[in-house]
Each structure stands twice: as C-alpha cells, then as structure tokens.
Nanobody, 116 residues
Framework: QVQLKESGGGLVQPGGSLKLSCAAS????????MSWFRQVPGKEREFVARIGPGGSGTSYVDSVKGRFTISRSYAGNTLYLQMTNLEPEDTGTYYCNVFYRGHQHWGQGTQVTVSS
C-alpha cells in the first residue's frame, strides 16, 4: 500500500524559506516519478515540481524556478521541496504525489502560509 505523508509547512514571512518533506512507504522514492502540487481554496490543484526516477531530471512551474528545489533522500525514502524567497502567492496546501502502477497517489497535504 502506497502512503505519502507531508510535513514542514507553516507560517513564514515574505522572503523567508521552508523545507517540505514527504515520507513515503510502499514505493521507492529514488525509482519513482514524484511531484509536488499545491492548491488554494476555490482553485484547481497546481503542479509545482517534478523529479524523475534515478538520474533523470527535474522540472518546475515557471513561477518557482530559481526559488524552489525538489530533491530526495536515498536513505530515508523521502521527497523534499526546499522553498526560498517565498512570496504571498506561494500560499497554499502542498501535496506530495507519485504515479505508481498506473495510479496517482496523494498525501494529505501540508499548509504553507506566506504573510507578513
């Protein structure tokens, strides 16, 4: 059974940083297609960043390029999203996602609020 659990969200001032984590079980993070999405009330869930299996690359939505970095821990089976220079527009619930054996799997989300 695939399980994803996000953590690391919180309240931060504009220009600040946060690092989100997604602890995975039932899959191997380093060999999976994994992504971060975010959602605000009343809007569709938005793609933020993706990392491919093994040595394949990463991709980001234009609005976070140069500010966010997706990575993973080989030992801890964990996906990360390092967020820097945060903006109020980055506020939302952030979800970890994996596409595994033909199905999308989601975590429960972690709230990020960027406000002064």
């Amino acid at each position: 059974q695939v399980q994803l659990k996000e953590s690391g969200g919180g309240l931060v001032q504009p220009g600040g940083s946060l690092k989100l984590s997604c602890a995975a079980s039932g899959i191997t993070v380093v060999s999976s297609h994994m992504s971060w999405f975010r959602q605000v009330p009343g809007k569709e869930r938005e793609f933020v960043a993706r990392i491919g299996p093994g040595g394949s690359g990463t991709s980001y939505v234009d609005s976070v390029k140069g500010r966010f970095t997706i990575s993973r821990s080989y030992a801890g089976n964990t996906l990360y999203l390092q967020m820097t220079n945060l903006e109020p527009e980055d506020t939302g619930t952030y979800y970890c996602n994996v596409f595994y054996r033909g199905h999308q799997h989601w975590g429960q989300g972690t709230q990020v609020t960027v406000s002064s």
